[in-house]
């Protein structure tokens, strides 16, 4: 049985930095790409970033690029998601996802995604 379980997430000013992890189990870590979507109130859940499975290539939302930076330890079977000069419209739920393959490119959109983690609430205050 897959589990994602993300930690990290809680409420910091403007300007300051979080920590996302996500704590995988019951799959092949390494093989798949790992990403982080978000949700804010009212909206759809959208794409932040993802890694491929073995960790070089990245890829990340325009509204992220240069603030946030994905990584994953294959070692501890972790994905990390640091993030600096958050926004308050950074503010979310955000949940970390597994792609269907190793490759960056199979994990952009929700359909992309075939285990998904619980969430974890994140809250940016001007």
């Known amino acids: 049985q897959v589990q994602l379980v993300e930690s990290g997430g809680g409420l910091v000013q403007a300007g300051g930095s979080l920590r996302l992890s996500c704590a995988a189990s019951?799959?092949?870590?390494?093989?798949?790409?790992m990403g982080w979507f978000r949700q804010a109130p009212g909206k759809d859940r959208e794409f932040v970033a993802a890694v491929s499975g073995n960790g070089p290539n990245t890829s990340y939302a325009d509204s992220v690029k240069g603030r946030f930076t994905i990584s994953r330890d294959n070692a501890k079977n972790t994905l990390l998601l640091q993030m600096n000069s958050l926004k308050p419209e950074d503010t979310a739920v955000y949940y970390c996802?597994?792609?269907?393959?190793?490759?960056?490119?199979?994990?952009?959109?929700?359909?992309?995604?075939?285990?998904w983690g619980q969430g974890t609430q994140v809250t940016v205050s001007s």
């Open positions: 019951g799959l092949i870590f390494s093989t798949h790409a």
């Open positions: 996802a597994s792609g269907r393959s190793i490759f960056v490119t199979s994990l952009r959109t929700i359909s992309d995604s075939r285990y």
